[in-house]
């Protein structure tokens, strides 16, 4: 190579930094948007995409398949010798094999909000944002799970009821604190409940803006996963603000405001710091995690909804414009590592109405445009690191796996 040639080839990878660092294993195509997170166990990679559940090699090739007959967006939970799969039908039990042992009843229509508060007219429609769902917990012979009238608590073994606590819609996935449940509701509360008897402890409120913006109901819901850490649950909300809680009371340790954008991710907790992505901020954040002062500013360009994980002392970001990134805990710096599509530009711009079709409603014009928001930016929507590999979920449907 000429000294010419070298020097260009420096040139080059400096002004492109790091954009396409990190290659691609292999890539596994399923038939719909992998929105929650991967779940890997002894050598086995679950995903749930549309309707269908896979189970695949640890080299993306497929062990089995089954249709649900029913919407998945709920990561899969693995204990003993039973998979548990929350669809828009209810409750699955299954065995590594796929077979099902027993099957609990409930439909889940998801998140419902006042047309009005959006423009789009009078009637209750389902939130196009809120397509997560909750992850079933297992915990002392008991599976925890969010549906559209509350929290459920069931059996492991038969899948028979235990308790129903009503609250409004939980997307969110339930996290455990000792003999309690943490659990988000989008009517913008965040609960402890009892977790043998179903009875509600304490009860902890988002805040949301004032003045006119106060009116919007997009601005109210607990969306997101609280993350409980030794004795604290920390938490974002819809209503710009991130809580770290005391786990036994609920008393608020510390909160901050981030300008006027949603948490968009559910937060990584480590031994110093509390980080999270934002929604229209484009950023990831970082706060001191017993004091709750910004250490942490890390500009993305692009809504992070979700969650990041942590390799060492790095943290994985994906974002809902394809983009990989990883981002020095310690440090603060970071940098784009790979992009799953070459494609650019605001997120906005798939919101104009000009480009939307012209039979379609005020809600599913927004529908449209967020599906081809997603599906046109590649959108990571989940996100699992195991062992060195980033196994990445998006709105094509593929999952890929990134050696970091």
């Known amino acids: 190579m000429s000294g010419l040639t070298t020097r260009l080839l420096l040139l080059t990878l400096l002004l492109c930094g790091n954009a396409f660092a990190a290659q691609t294993a292999w890539e596994f195509q399923t038939t719909g948007m992998v929105k929650a ?11 749930a995409a549309g309707q269908t559940l896979y189970a695949l090699e640890m080299n993306g090739k497929l062990r089995w398949k089954i249709d649900l007959e029913a919407e998945i967006a709920a990561s899969i939970t693995v204990a003993g010798d039973a998979l548990y799969v929350h669809s828009s039908a ?11 042992k027993w099957f609990f009843n409930k439909p889940d229509k998801g998140p419902l909000v006042a047309g009005s508060s959006w423009g789009w007219g009078d009637e209750t429609l389902p939130d196009p944002w809120g397509w997560y769902r909750s992850s079933p917990l297992f915990k002392d012979g008991m599976i925890y799970f969010g549906s559209d009238d509350g929290l459920y608590a069931v059996s492991a073994s038969d899948g028979s009821q235990i308790w129903h606590a009503a609250m409004g819609p939980v997307t969110a996935d339930p996290a455990s604190y000792k003999n309690s449940i943490m659990v988000g509701s989008w009517d913008n509360k965040l609960y402890s409940v009892n977790a043998e008897t179903g009875e509600t402890g304490w009860v902890h409120e988002a805040l949301a ?4 913006a106060s009116k919007w109901i997009g601005y109210y819901g607990f969306n997101l996963n609280p993350v409980v850490y030794k004795d604290a649950v920390f938490v974002g909300a819809r209503g710009t603000y991130f809580y770290a809680l005391k786990a036994e009371t609920g008393e608020e ?23 999270f992505g934002l ?11 017993k004091g709750g002062e910004q250490n942490t500013f890390f500009k993305t360009g692009s809504l992070i909804f979700a969650q ?32 799953l599509t070459d494609k650019t530009g605001s997120y906005q711009s798939f919101f ?12 599913q ?22 062992e060195g590999v980033a196994y990445l979920g998006t709105a094509s449907g593929k999952l890929y796996a990134v050696p970091l």
Not at 209 to 212: C, H, I, T, Y
Not at 279 to 289: E, F, I, P
């Open 90 to 100: 209810g409750l699955h039990a299954l065995d590594r094999d796929g077979e099902q």
């Open 253 to 275: 340790a510390w909160s901050v405001k981030v300008g006027t954008s949603w948490v968009g991710s559910a937060a990584v907790v480590t031994e110093d710091s509390v980080f």
């Open 308 to 339: 990041p994980e942590l390799h060492g002392d790095q943290l994985i970001i994906g974002s809902l414009g394809g983009q990989l990134f990883r981002l020095d805990t310690v440090s603060g710096d970071g940098e784009q590592i790979k992009a």
């Open 365 to 386: 014009a927004t529908g449209w445009s967020i599906n081809k928001f997603l599906t046109g930016l590649n959108a990571i929507l989940s996100l699992t690191v195991h």
């Open 352 to 363: 104009d109405p000009k480009i939307q079709p012209k039979d379609l409603s005020p809600h």
């Open 37 to 47: 997170k991967p779940t890997i166990r002894e050598n086995t990679i679950y995903i």
């Open 209 to 212: 803006p004032r003045g006119a």
């Open 279 to 289: 929604s229209d901020g484009k950023a990831v954040l970082g706060y001191n995690r």
